[in-house]
Structure formats: structure tokens, C-alpha cells
């Protein structure tokens, strides 16, 4: 599963200029992008950038040794990185749905990332 970077899902498999895309692509330019619209016969009508080519996002794992899942979505807020709760712990995803919304979380190793 992936989002753009206005979180709109990207839809596979998608075609561009008699080619099949099962992921993002570079369709473009260097950067990876997604259809978001199709006719049809699955035919690019619209596209996003892909929300996984922006930045590198950093490997991060949870103090319990889990590897925290970035991107993830937060009451539909995209995070890339670990963010701090009211208890001042720095935490992450380390279980996501379909759409990367959260469903698990733990404290981030060093609590020293975002």
C-alpha cells in the first residue's frame, strides 16, 4: 500500500504510456509517482509523488528492539519520525494497517529521533 504526499492512496496496477506500473514509478522524472485516478481500462488520468521518495526516511526501531514502521499516519497526519506524547516519551509505529494508520506503538530507541 502507498499514499502521495497529499495522503491519497495510490491505485496499482495503473498504465502510462502503454507500460503497467505495479508500484510507483518513475514515470516522470527521478522521482517516484503513483496514479491516483484511472479510467477504465486503468489509464493515468491523475498522479501524486509518492510518499515514500521523499527524503530517505530514517530506520528507526523501538527501544523493545521492533523496527518502527515510517511513514505512519496519525488521525490522518503523516509522521516521519518519532513524535513525543504527553508523557514526554518520543514513540512510533510498529504496527500499521492497510493505510499506515497506527495501530501499535512503543518508545523510540534513545528518544532522540524527530
Request: proline share 3%; glycine share 10%.
Amino acid at each position: 500500500f502507498e499514499i502521495t504526499v497529499d495522503k491519497k492512496k495510490c491505485i496499482f496496477p495503473f498504465m502510462f504510456k502503454n507500460k503497467w506500473y505495479y508500484s510507483c514509478g518513475r514515470i516522470f522524472s527521478r522521482a517516484l509517482y503513483c496514479a491516483v485516478n484511472v479510467d477504465d481500462n486503468g489509464e493515468l488520468i491523475e498522479y501524486g509523488k509518492c510518499l515514500t521518495d521523499v527524503g530517505n526516511f530514517p530506520m528507526i526501531s523501538a527501544a523493545g528492539g521492533t523496527q518502527c514502521q515510517i511513514p505512519f499516519v496519525i488521525g490522518g497526519t503523516v509522521i516521519s519520525h518519532c513524535y513525543k506524547e504527553e508523557d514526554g516519551k518520543r514513540y512510533c509505529a510498529t504496527t500499521v494497517d492497510d493505510h499506515k494508520n497506527m495501530i501499535d506503538k512503543e518508545i523510540c530507541m534513545g528518544q532522540n529521533y524527530g
